[in-house]
């Protein structure tokens, strides 16, 4: 073979190489922001610090979830890690946190972030950058009523709830209301915004015809307003003999130890699920609160570390506690069901993931969340399903009612039928 013969055989090879680069990378698919060949980064904003900090240990039983799943070895492989910033329940906070883990720290999903006005100020930016909004921890009906269909002019696609919805919840103490106690004149404390708003307009549904009994409805501002005095004085100068409180736990709790301070006799009590947990219970009628707890009634939708003691979810929810975060021990042993709660969400998140294929990208991972359907989860009580489906963004749609017992030493007691398809 001549010189020129092997010049042209060289050159020939080097283009050979060059194409099959070239095609190589061409077919790669490269992979959504905050996944990599080992991790999956996602990131919520929790109120850590200021009015509704006692949710904190709702994201610290999620760090300690994805930790345990890590330790299985990840989902498909791949570790999750998980970013939690302090929005203090401030929307004006969460904006730009909520900037900060999409352009900064490149999250795949914003998981898990807390409260209604902090979820409705983020939304429209997450769905225009195409970014999943993932089981936002509240339950107002905006995100799953705005999935599939406008609101105002505009789908959210991409935003998820996970929990009962707070219209359906409170349209069911409407209806207890009104079978049980037809003729009482009804009380409302609510908070002055749309997680407020959403819970008493279910309230009035629920009453139909008996909506007239509400005699009086009292709001707040949960960043300003600490004594809830002047409210619960309004309520019972209106003779109002049953209260109805929805808030988070902090105004629950200062709203039932005034209306026992004031003398305030009620025929019956019924607070949102959001504060029926009894570690709030138990701090309401502890010390100098010095609460009634008599007739009080709520729901739940997760098992409780007291109640169901022993039950294989708990004594899982106690193994994980125990390993990744030991300082929610003594919470856990005392009921707290927000602990159970993260746990129970995060398992949803990780079963949605694994769905989402070994390769997950945001849009799979969106697919997968509108195409649930399990049993499993080991957090929730036995008979609720998480599902969703075609038009259909409502992940959980039952309760169980609970009363309170036994006093400034009690817990609460499940009792009637499962309450499905609460919207």
Known sequence: MGMKARVLGIVAGIALIAAVAVSAAGGAVKADPGITASSITIGGTHPITGPASLY????????????????????????????VKDDSYDPSKTVPLAQQLVESDKVFAVYGSLGTAPGLATWDYLNSKKVPQVFLATGDSYWGFCHYSKCAGKKYPYTFGWQPDYPGESKQYGKYIAANYPNAKVGVLYQNDAFGKNYYAGLRVGLGAKKSNIVDAESYDVATQTNLTQQILSMRSKSAD??????????TIVALATATKVGWSRQAT?????????????????????????NVFGTTYVKSPTVDKGDPGMVLAGTIIDKYAPALRASFDRGDTNIVYGLAKAWTFVYAL???????????????????????DPFLPAGFVVKTGRKDAFPLEQLRMVKWGGGATGDWEGFGRLLNGIR
């Open 242 to 251: 049953v209260l109805v409180i929805f808030a988070t736990p902090t105004p």
């Open 56 to 83: 904190k240990t709702i994201s610290a039983a999620e760090t300690a979830y994805f930790a345990y799943v890590n330790d299985q070895g990840g989902v498909n492989g791949r570790k999750i890690n998980y970013i």
């Open 270 to 294: 019924f607070i949102g699920n959001v504060s029926s947990n009894r570690i709030f219970m138990l701090a309401a009628a502890g010390g100098s609160n010095g609460a009634d707890l008599t």
């Open 354 to 376: 694994k769905q989402a294929g070994k390769n997950p990208t945001r849009a799979s991972l969106v697919r997968s969340l509108n195409n649930m359907n399990t049993k499993a």
